[in-house]
């Protein structure tokens, strides 16, 4: 089971951080990667970190301003967003071994 957190309403330019934890299995042997789903569109990928070493990806609509990391120990992978954008705004979803969670939901507006 996954477990995403963090989401809330912020003002353009701000942050947040999201976490998704996993519970019944572990982190450890699994890339991670979030998704964000804006009202009526599908839903994008927008960073990924691998299992071997940590290798990280991002969209470019999040590059330089979105950071994925993970702890292994703790379960949880995390999604440091700054600068974020009204066009940010959605549901942020973790895929890990197959598996959603039910998504956290991010609004950027003044």
């Known amino acids: 089971r996954l477990e995403e957190s963090g989401g809330g309403l912020v003002q353009p330019g701000g942050s947040l951080r999201l976490s998704c934890v996993a519970s019944?299995?572990?982190?450890?042997?699994?890339?991670v990667r979030w998704y964000h789903q804006a009202s009526g569109k599908d839903r994008e990928l927008i960073a990924s970190?691998?299992?071997?070493?940590?290798?990280?990806g991002y969209a470019d609509s999040v590059k330089g301003r979105f950071t994925i990391s993970r702890d292994d120990d703790k379960n949880t992978v995390y999604l440091q967003m700054n600068h974020l954008k009204p066009e940010d705004t959605g549901v942020y979803f973790c895929?890990?071994?197959?598996?959603w969670g039910q998504g956290t939901q991010v609004i950027v507006s003044s």
């Open positions: 019944g299995f572990s982190f450890r042997r699994y890339a």
């Open positions: 895929y890990v071994a197959a598996l």
């Open positions: 970190i691998s299992a071997v070493d940590d290798t990280t």
